[in-house]
């Protein structure tokens, strides 16, 4: 059964600081891996996607990148802000399935 | 990108009443709906998928004559709760997956209703 976990699970730094979050899962027979942002009450906005063919993915500050053999994905924020503040879910979805299974999340709080 | 609603965002009831949460896809057809349940400060757990005009698949442990699910066309399903009590209390998040591929694969979220029984 997979299993998705990240650590850590809260984090606070002072703005500017470049980050990583990470995300391991259990088996490596994934379809693609996605990392997704929740603010406090909300849905979830989508940030990157992963294939499982790829390495990484990249959207203006935000860098992922996935190692599928090792079952690690992490998530580089770079030059954080007070508005990345968030909660940050991976989730992956499996070969045979449409479904996702989602982590515990991270917890980032910015400071100004 | 694709825009998926829910409705209510918020409810309050009573216990023993039942309620029903609304996800739409606006535009786009939706292949296929997903359910979840969110716990303060926890992940998020698939309740059920639902594909349109056919009976939804409910993960183990969760009661499918308690959690009714329609998903009666293409850009709309609904959740009821059904005579709710107070540990049915939680946030709940439907998705939306359109049955794209490559950068489109992926499913799209609601804004989430927070249920509470009081």
């Known amino acids: 059964k997979q299993e998705v976990t990240q650590i850590p699970a809260a984090l606070s730094v002072p703005e500017g600081e470049n980050l990583v979050l990470n995300c391991s899962f259990t088996d490596s027979a994934i379809y693609n891996l996605q990392w997704f942002r929740q603010d406090p009450g909300k849905g979830l906005t989508s940030l990157l996607l992963?294939?499982?063919?790829?390495r990484e993915q990249t959207s203006g500050r935000l860098n992922a990148s996935l190692d599928k053999s090792s079952g690690r994905s992490t998530l580089y924020i770079a030059a954080s802000q007070p508005g990345d503040s968030a909660t940050y879910l991976c989730?992956?979805?499996?070969?045979?399935?449409?479904?996702?299974?989602f982590g515990s999340g991270t917890r980032l709080l910015v400071r100004p | 990108g694709a825009v998926v609603s829910q409705h209510p965002s918020r409810v309050i009831c009573k216990s023993g009443t039942s309620v029903k949460i609304e996800c739409r896809s606006l535009?786009?057809?939706?292949?296929?709906m997903f359910w979840y349940r969110q716990f303060p400060k926890q992940s998020l757990m698939l309740m059920a998928t639902s594909n349109e005009g056919s009976k939804a698949t409910y993960e183990q442990g969760v009661e499918k004559d308690k959690f009714l699910i329609n998903h009666a066309s293409l850009t709309l399903s609904t959740l009821t709760v059904t005579s709710a009590h107070p540990e049915d209390s939680s946030f709940y998040i439907c998705?939306?997956?359109?049955?794209?591929?490559?950068?489109?694969?992926?499913?799209?979220f609601g804004p989430g209703t927070r249920l509470t029984v009081l």
């Open positions: 989730a992956v979805r499996e070969d045979s399935s449409y479904k996702l299974i």
């Open positions: 998705s939306a997956w359109g049955g794209g591929s490559g950068s489109t694969d992926t499913q799209y």
């Open positions: 992963i294939q499982s063919s790829q």
């Open positions: 535009d786009f057809q939706a292949t296929t």
